[in-house]
């Protein structure tokens, strides 16, 4: 079964910081650029970021840039993201998804989705 698990989420404090993980099975996370999603309460999903096969290519959203980092380890099958300075607007429902070629501004794009993991900042 072809399958993303996103994990690490929590609740932390403004200004602190959580890594989240993207592991796949059933297929080698490789062969497809990964990017990283999110939904907050009462909006639409955004895409905030983005690596490709090989990691040369990392987009960020304006939003989180120089403030999350995507990166990802091609032996273990997992993506990460790290965030830093995390802010209350930073709560949201967290997702990764695999694009088979590129990576791509726009949800269709992606073939496979996790479930999602929330993050929640508040003091």
């Known amino acids: 079964q072809l399958q993303l698990a996103e994990s690490g989420g929590g609740l932390v404090q403004p200004g602190g910081s959580l890594r989240l993980s993207c592991a796949a099975s059933?297929?080698?996370?490789?062969?497809?650029?990964i990017g990283w999603f999110r939904q907050a309460p009462g909006k639409e999903r955004e895409g905030i970021s983005c690596?490709?096969?090989?990691?040369?290519?990392?987009n960020y959203a304006d939003s989180v840039k120089g403030r999350f980092t995507i990166s990802r380890d091609n032996a273990k099958n997992t993506v990460y993201l790290q965030m830093n300075s995390l802010k209350p607007e930073d709560t949201a429902v967290y997702y990764c998804?695999?694009?088979?070629?590129?990576?791509?501004?726009?949800?269709?794009?992606?073939?496979?989705w996790g479930q999602g993991t929330q993050v929640t900042v508040s003091s």
């Open positions: 059933g297929f080698t996370l490789a062969n497809y650029a």
């Open positions: 998804a695999a694009a088979r070629y590129y990576c791509s501004s726009y949800e269709w794009g992606y073939t496979y």
């Open positions: 690596i490709s096969q090989s990691s040369t290519t990392q």
